[in-house]
T-cell receptor, first 111, second 114 residues
Framework: RKEVEQDPGPFNVPEGATVAFNCTYS??????FFWYRQDCRKEPKLLMS???SGNEDGRFTAQLNRASQYISLLIRDSKLSDSATYLC????????????FGKGTLLTVNP | NAGVTQTPKFRVLKTGQSMTLLCAQDMNHEYMYWYRQDPGMGLRLIHY???????AKGEVPDGYNVSRLKKQNFLLGLESAAPSQTSVYFC?????????????FGAGTRLSVL
């Protein structure tokens, strides 16, 4: 089982749609979880951290299920500017010195 | 505040040539990383450093060397470039190993090896 696995995508949705991305991780000792966003030909940038109780930032909601080793990202009322690749990220090896990134899910929001 | 700066932004090499990619961060971060990103492969860790004077191998270290002589700089070297090293290289830094701390990335270096 790969360390971090994401929905393969791509996702093509109309403006205003709600879209959800899922991610599973293999190391039960992982402690930190993030969603990064990467625009075409740009560097990854943090979208949001994922907390145990779940957290929300405007139109974005992140959830963590430790029992199932599952992370999700929900985007409501999609905007054209949300078009990007979303990377699920966890710390790896039970330590905090490095992060492991999923391969990413490409989202295209269409007018 | 520049954050993480990578130089050069683009480079074309011939097979067998050598080069060094420079990463500089001005956030006083302890941890620094080098990744490569290829289509369909995601980000793969090449080498990383947990402090000045230390380096360690990541997932795909072969063909690369690194040095961290100063805390703010992390150099990635290709001694004899191969076409398989054509990729986009990202440097990142992180304050320390606290779980909550995120990684900040540089803008990337696009390298083509012919």
């Amino acid at each position: 089982r790969k360390e971090v696995e994401q929905d393969p995508g791509p996702f093509n949705v109309p403006e205003g749609a709600t879209v959800a991305f899922n991610c599973t991780y293999s190391n039960s000792a992982s402690q930190s979880f993030f969603w990064y966003r990467q625009d075409c030909r740009k560097e990854p940038k943090l979208l949001m951290s994922v907390y145990s109780s779940g957290n929300e930032d405007g139109r974005f909601t992140a959830q963590l299920n430790r029992a199932s080793q599952y992370i999700s990202l929900l985007i409501r009322d999609s905007k054209l500017s949300d078009s990007a690749t979303y990377l699920c990220t966890v710390n790896s090896g039970g330590s905090n010195y490095k992060l492991t990134f999923g391969k990413g899910t490409l989202l295209t929001v269409n007018p | 505040n520049a954050g993480v700066t990578q130089t050069p932004k683009f480079r074309v090499l011939k097979t067998g040539q050598s080069m060094t990619l420079l990463c500089a961060q001005d956030m006083n971060h302890e941890y620094m990383y080098w990744y490569r990103q290829d289509p369909g492969m995601g980000l793969r860790l090449i080498h990383y450093s947990v402090g000045e004077g230390t380096t360690a191998k990541g997932e795909v270290p072969d063909g690369y060397n690194v040095s961290r002589l100063k805390k703010q700089n992390f150099l990635l070297g290709l001694e004899s470039a191969a076409p398989s090293q054509t990729s986009v290289y990202f440097c990142a830094s992180r304050r320390d190993n606290l779980a909550k701390n995120i990684q900040y990335f540089g803008a990337g270096t696009r390298l083509s090896v012919l």
